[in-house]
């Protein structure tokens, strides 16, 4: 469900450590805050933040779905990998910005 963003208010961006902290139930009870996104790797295998959990919050939130990226060079839980969007930072950084600018949600970023 494709949504555009910042039509003045406050709005918010979910990334995977953010869930990792809070957990699944803990961000579907949050309250709407504005216009909100998450933003999560379809390959992180950090086992505190699985893209299920993500993909199942997309009915509240709108789900940018980053796609592969760089071979890991940390541990699944730490940012040279998936789960720190590792080899996808421009694209994921740069689908952010285009929400935050109210352009069309890109579903996935390739």
Do not use: N
Not at 17 to 32: F, M, Y
Not at 64 to 79: K, L, M, N, T
């Amino acid at each position: 469900m494709p949504r555009h963003a910042l039509r003045g208010g406050l709005a918010a961006v979910l990334i995977a450590a953010l869930s990792a902290s809070l957990g699944a139930e803990e961000i579907r009870r949050l309250p709407s805050v504005g216009d909100s996104t998450l933003v999560h790797g379809m390959s992180d295998s950090c086992r505190t933040t699985p893209y299920y959990a993500a993909k199942a919050l997309s009915e509240k939130y709108p789900l940018i779905s980053v796609h592969g990226g760089a071979p890991p060079a940390s541990g699944p839980c730490d940012p040279f990998s998936a789960h720190g969007y590792y080899g996808k930072e421009e694209a994921t950084v740069g689908a952010i910005v285009d929400w935050m600018l109210g352009q069309t949600l890109a579903v996935e970023t390739d």
